[in-house]
């Protein structure tokens, strides 16, 4: 049993000690029984082509670790590392096989198992991109996990229903065909804006000097803010998955981060007094990540840019023309708002 894990939320009309049955067997997936839960298929797969962790890889999971425990102490929220067998690293057929369909096609973490598994296929051959994935996941891993647990007739039936800000469809909804999810988008965003911040932490890694040698010198950072204006961009939004790759990459949900830091923008500005700087807002949003509590962020965002609002960014997804059209309708919506509070 380790040391600390997740506390995962039980909700749902089953008997308490049938909860607390679930509770504890979900902790026992925090370790050597985390793929107990996995379907027989996925884990025959799993246990057939797991590769073996580079130590350089194990020093990435270890900072990742540190730097996520950094962000939920922050948050106010007891600390707990992943262990390193949690993390599946696998070749890219077998990750194919894993993975549910409609899941992203190089990494996914099965949060109420906690367990990742990456297609290490694809990675290997960027250990920077890899580094600022596994940062993603483990924070999805870290994120307020609630579980329904519901006594139907004689079954029990299990269904998550919450991780992170995100809200799941109900078991009845998923068997009646209408699967949804609820602040996915949001919920992407939060996780999407870390995994940003965490590259600066990564760059610093002495197995990376070389490549931030390289990144930071005049060519590279000239290079960079051409293209940033080209694609109307931050040139911080740029990065090469390798020093002698030409492919240059953008940090993912680019426009879930817009949406958001329009958001934290605004709220900023209204709540100058308690928000010094737009990360203390954005503070608010990785909290409600970690503790399942949206009250805050719902107020705050219902505060700056009128009722209602709250519902439009949560009916955000994780669809780059959704989010293009949910910034405009927040900006539709706060000006709005505006207008209205200057008149009353
Ligand atoms: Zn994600």
Partial sequence: ???NFPDFRIIGNAPETEKEDLRKEMVGYFGEHHLDSLTEGQRQQLEKGELVKTPKEEEIIDLVNQKTNELMRQSGVEPFDVPKNNYHFVPKDVYLKIKPPGAPGAAISFDRHQAAVFNAT?????????????????LHLKSHQAIQLNKVGRDLEIATSRSGVKVYSSHKQNIEGDSHGHLDGLDEAIVGEYEKKFFNDVLQMPIFKDYRDWFLSEEVVKERKLIAKERRINED??????????HKCGF???????????????????????????????AEFLQACFTGRLMKVAHLVE?????????????????DQDAIRTKEHMRIIRSRFKRKNKTD
């Avoid at 920077?128 to 994935?133: R, S, V």
């Fill in 122 to 138: 694809y990675f290997r051959k960027s250990i920077l991109e890899f580094a600022t994935t596994i940062f993603h996941e483990t």
């Fill in 1 to 3: 049993m380790p040391e």
């Fill in 303 to 319: 505060d700056t840019f009128g009722e209602g609002s709250f519902r439009v960014l949560g009916d955000m997804d994780v669809g």
């Fill in 237 to 246: 939004e740029i990065f090469w998955k390798s020093k002698d790759s030409d």
């Fill in 252 to 282: 993912p949900y680019f426009y879930q981060r817009q949406v958001l830091n329009y958001v934290v923008s605004e709220i900023q500005n209204d709540f100058s007094k308690d928000y010094v700087s737009k990360d203390k807002v954005l």
